[in-house]
């Protein structure tokens, strides 16, 4: 027979497999090891910090189902994490630190009790098992997407404030509905989610509620095979902030379409908050009823693009910092230079880099950087040219090329056109003349004399050194 922790982590095991993909299986279960089984609380250790970390962060609700399942209602976990180079203990043997699983803030609604004058003895819930006076609606709703965890940045400035507006005063804003549009993982779901959580904190007494387009075309599905089209409708006519994600998915589905259109009527005029996203500005959806895209554009619109350079660097380091990790930083450039669609990319290949250091006990590097960012993102190698170099100078100093290639002698100017003059020299086969010609009009002796200022202040200079070190890592490959 197996002992008793062995037997119950197996069973764990054999029902996470079934819920998660192979590859996240493979990355965060096997390395687990059960420890005891003790008054129904199982240990298990797990290989660092970071990867307690993040199975809190990701599976603790799987975590937490598979265990009342397989020990029971009051089944928990402890965490055995393997710490390394202790300075506690004066040795570089790992020892362990045992961590209890931690406790999230509750987002829970309260329940709400029936209006008396319904004819029906219950409202069925969508989200519960009904036949119950008072309905326990769970606002579906992540605690770590908080305002908090979202950098800010000019790809997101507007739609952040306005969130956070509308977070403060729910339904007391012109920004009712707050439509949040952009392309998929620019942290629209964060955003509006971060409403519900700021909502929740501030005023426990509000029913606020998430859910996602296919979820509410689904239970509106459910309730027409089922007769109970009145419930559904009257359920969602007492939440207070509404939140609706991807509702470009409502296209062509007329009557959902309809259902949606009176229950944001009645929200609306209600004085309850309405928060809205989308793939698309409220004017490119098609599919939709005009009667409803109005009602899309009462509000506010603000859309979210992809993130800037500035930008993405900040995004690596809140969450290396959040971590506490300690990432080199040609590592952090290098990330942030070629991964660039989205945030959740951004994210996945830091995570991915962690996750590998981790389970190979080899210390973050930039080569295993770039093999890991190399994997993960399909590059289009961009040739090394002088116009290359330039666009890049640019863009970093936040320039117009014609300021760039003008007879100004501002000092930041010159120094960016000395600066691109520098790289042109070392990164590309292009003669001293031809460097010049490109960049200012100048001759070879000005190019010359570039790169020697260039060189100089990289030995006694800070600021120019740790500018030329990240331009470097955006060039590249």
């Not at 009790?113 to 009904?130: C, D, W």
């Not at 942290?187 to 904190?201: D, R, W």
């Not at 080899?362 to 289009?380: G, H």
Request: with cysteine; charged share 25%.
């Amino acid at each position: 027979m197996k002992p008793d922790h062995i037997h119950v982590w197996s069973n764990c095991l054999a029902i996470i497999k079934d819920n998660i993909p192979q590859i996240s299986f493979q990355t965060w279960f096997e390395p687990i090891k059960p420890l005891k089984l003790e008054n129904g609380i199982l240990t298990i250790q797990v290989p660092s910090l970071f990867f307690y970390e993040y199975l809190e962060e990701q599976y603790i609700d799987l975590l937490g189902k598979t265990l009342r399942k397989t020990i029971g209602p009051g089944a928990k976990l402890e965490y055995s994490v393997v710490m390394e180079n202790s300075r506690m203990t004066n040795t570089n043997k790992p020892y362990t630190l045992n961590f209890p699983t931690s406790n999230k803030a509750d987002l829970r609604n309260r329940p709400v009790s029936m209006n008396a004058n319904q004819e029906r003895p219950s409202i069925r819930n969508p989200f519960v098992i009904p036949g119950i006076k008072k309905l326990n609606i769970d606002p579906q709703l992540n605690s770590q997407h908080t305002f908090e965890n979202f950098v800010e940045g000019e790809c997101n400035r507007l739609a952040r404030s306005a969130s956070l507006a509308v977070a403060k005063n729910p339904g007391k804003t012109a920004f009712n509905p707050l439509f949040l549009y952009g392309n998929s993982g620019l942290g629209k779901t964060h955003l509006a989610q971060a409403i519900g959580v700021e909502v929740k904190k501030n005023t426990p007494e509000k029913t606020v509620l998430y859910v996602n387009a296919n979820k509410f075309q689904t239970q509106f599905t459910e309730s027409v095979r089922n007769n109970t089209q009145n419930d559904f409708l009257n359920f969602y006519q007492m939440i207070d902030v509404l939140i609706i994600d991807d509702v470009q998915e409502f296209a062509g589905k007329t009557k959902t379409q309809n259902t949606f259109f009176h229950i944001f009527n009645h929200l609306h005029q209600s004085g309850k908050q309405l928060i809205l996203t989308s793939d698309k500005a409220p004017v490119e959806l098609s599919g939709m009823e005009d009667r409803l895209l109005s009602r899309f554009k009462w509000g506010l619109s603000a859309d979210l693009q992809l993130p800037d350079y500035e930008t993405r660097i900040s995004i690596l380091e809140k969450k290396i910092y959040n971590d506490g990790l300690l990432v080199p930083e040609d590592v952090i450039y290098y990330i942030a230079n070629n991964v660039t669609n989205n945030v959740r990319e951004l994210e996945g290949a830091l995570i991915s880099l962690l996750a590998q250091s981790t389970l190979n006990k080899k210390d973050i590097s930039f080569s295993t950087a770039r093999e890991t960012v190399d994997k993960l993102v399909k590059k289009t190698k961009k040739e090394l040219t002088i116009d290359f170099i330039s666009e890049t100078i640019c863009e970093y100093f936040g320039i117009e090329m014609d300021i760039l290639q003008s007879k100004t002698r501002k000092r930041a100017i010159v120094q960016a056109r000395q600066i691109a003059m520098y790289f042109s020299k070392n990164l590309t086969n292009s003669s001293l003349s031809t460097i010049g010609a490109k960049i200012g009009k100048k001759d070879h002796a000005t190019v010359l004399h570039a790169c020697k200022t260039i060189n100089n202040l990289l030995e006694t200079d800070k600021n120019i050194k740790h500018q030329v070190k990240e331009i470097e890592s955006q060039l590249r490959f």
